[in-house]
């Protein structure tokens, strides 16, 4: 059974970065495309990017030219790096493969 454990939050001011990471472990990383989601406080989960096996990736509207998603299949481990981080970027990040859930890292952009 696959596990994910996310890394890399923290407290940033806004116009910082930060990289986030995802260890996958107990399958095969490397066949399963991989997403991050978000969830602020209040809010629903909402898809950040996604990456296939393949190194194709996608975004949504609102973190493109600012996110960048990425894995490294050798280490099992799926990225995503945030630069010009703003407030409204506050909140949890998960990652999955569409089945199994990290168990999230927070987040949090303020002064």
């Known amino acids: 059974q696959v596990q994910f454990v996310e890394s890399g939050g923290g407290l940033v001011q806004p116009g910082g970065s930060l990289r986030l990471s995802c260890a996958a472990s107990g399958s095969i990383f490397s066949i399963y495309a991989m997403g991050w989601y978000r969830q602020a406080p209040g809010k629903q989960r909402e898809l950040v990017a996604t990456v296939t096996r393949g190194g194709s990736t996608s975004y949504a509207d609102s973190v493109k030219g600012r996110f960048t998603i990425s894995r490294d299949n050798l280490k099992n481990t799926v990225y995503l790096q945030m630069i010009s981080l703003k407030p409204e970027d506050t909140a949890v990040y998960y990652c999955?493969?569409?089945?199994?859930w990290g168990q999230g890292t927070l987040v949090t952009v303020s002064s």
């Open positions: 999955t493969d569409g089945g199994a």
